[in-house]
C-alpha cells in the first residue's frame, strides 16, 4: 500500500481554489506540502508539526492552509486567491514523530498531484 497519496490537483483560473488530499496509510506524526514549479527547485509550501504547530511559505501565507483530519487519516492543503506562480507538483511528505525535526526535511513522500493555474 502507498503510504502517502495525494490526489485533488486540477487546472483553475486565476483566483480560484482547490483543496489538495493526502491519503496517509501509515503512523506519521509531522506531514507537509511541497510543490516543484516548471524549472524551479521543489520548495517548502506548509508544514504540520507533531505538536499541531503550522509553517507557511511566505509566497503563501494568507491563502494556504493546512490540516489535517486524523480519523480519516488525510492531510489537506485548502487554497485560495491561487495565483499562476503556484502553478506546479505538489507533493505530500512525511515522517513518524521519532524523525520528525522541526524542519522542512521528510521521510516518505508522494507521487504528486498537478496544479495548473492559469492567468
Known amino acids: 500500500q502507498v503510504p502517502l497519496k495525494e490526489s485533488g490537483g486540477g487546472s483553475v483560473r486565476s483566483g480560484g481554489s482547490l483543496r489538495l488530499s493526502c491519503a496517509v496509510s501509515s503512523s506519521f506524526d509531522c506531514l507537509a506540502w511541497f510543490r516543484q514549479g516548471p524549472g524551479k527547485e521543489r520548495e517548502g509550501v506548509a508544514r504540520l508539526g507533531a505538536t499541531g504547530a503550522k509553517i507557511y511559505a511566505d509566497s503563501v501565507k494568507g491563502r494556504f492552509t493546512i490540516s489535517r483530519d486524523s480519523a480519516k487519516r488525510t492531510l489537506y492543503l485548502q487554497m485560495d486567491s491561487l495565483q499562476p506562480a503556484d502553478t506546479g507538483m505538489y507533493y505530500c511528505?512525511?515522517?513518524?514523530?521519532?524523525?520528525?525535526?522541526?524542519?522542512?526535511?521528510?521521510?516518505?513522500w508522494g507521487q504528486g498531484t498537478q496544479v495548473t493555474v492559469s492567468a
Open positions: 511528505a512525511a515522517s513518524p514523530r521519532a524523525f520528525c525535526r522541526g524542519t522542512w526535511e521528510f521521510a516518505t
